[in-house]
T-cell receptor, first 109, second 113 residues
Framework: GQSLEQPSEVTAVEGAIVQMNCTYQ??????LSWYQQHDGGAPTFLSY????GLEETGRFSSFLSRSDSYGYLLLQELQMKDSASYFC??????????FGAGTTVTVRA | KAGVTQTPRYLIKTRGQQVTLSCSPI?????VSWYQQTPGQGLQFLFE???????NKGNFPGRFSGRQFSNSRSEMNVSTLELGDSALYLC????????????FGAGTRLSVL
């Protein structure tokens, strides 16, 4: 089966940097993606890594190490609107996306 | 370009009934996936369709079924509803056919009484 582990909660202040880790155990691994979900909302795509290394999109960066089965999402210059749940998801060669349980980020003033 | 549209947004049913949920993907997206989201179990994969073919199915009982039409629109059906089926049902579409980057609809909130 597939399993993805994420820390359950992270709290940080506005302007800070937050890193959320994700370790995975999957067969047929294809890539790792990240999604943001606000309370009552739908998940929205943030970033995707198929190859090792860092992908940067504005204040968000995502990293993947396939050899370590590990990835992280980095949020810089935290804003109050970044308070949300963040999910890592592994795509596999059987067309399935498996999600971690999510990390709840709370941004304090 | 319009996003993923799911209907209805909210639904209340009683145990034993059946329900059909609808999903219209982003234009040009041929892959549609369905997920169940609950506080206790998180986001669980239900099934994935591409060009009217189910390519994968998650670990759900046979009461959960789906289909995809030639215009890529998809429906999922849950028969003989149980209290535990109360959840947010999310549909997502993908352009790349591998589901690596998915765009989600707002979901259907199903309550089973």
């Amino acid at each position: 089966g597939q399993s993805l582990e994420q820390p359950s909660e992270v709290t940080a202040v506005e302007g800070a940097i937050v890193q959320m880790n994700c370790t995975y155990q999957t067969s047929g691994f294809y890539g790792l993606s990240w999604y943001q979900q606000h309370d009552g909302g739908a998940p929205t795509f943030l970033s995707y890594n198929a190859l090792d290394g860092l992908e940067e999109t504005g204040r968000f960066s995502s990293f993947l190490s396939r050899s370590d089965s590990y990835g992280y999402l980095l949020l810089q210059e935290l804003q109050m609107k970044d308070s949300a749940s963040y999910f890592c998801a592994a795509s596999t060669n059987d067309y399935k996306l498996s999600f971690g349980a999510g990390t709840t980020v709370t941004v304090r003033a | 370009k319009a996003g993923v549209t799911q209907t209805p947004r909210y639904l209340i049913k009683t145990r034993g009934q059946q329900v059909t949920l609808s999903c219209s993907p982003i234009s040009g997206h041929r892959s549609v996936s369905w997920y169940q989201q609950t506080p206790g179990q998180g986001l669980q994969f239900l099934f994935e369709y591409f060009s009217e073919t189910q390519r994968n199915k998650g670990n759900f009982p046979g009461r959960f079924s789906g289909r995809q039409f030639s215009n890529s629109r998809s429906e999922m059906n849950v028969s003989t509803l149980e209290l535990g089926d109360s959840a947010l049902y999310l549909c997502a579409s993908s352009l790349d056919g591998r589901g690596n980057i998915q765009y989600f609809g707002a979901g259907t909130r199903l309550s089973v009484l």
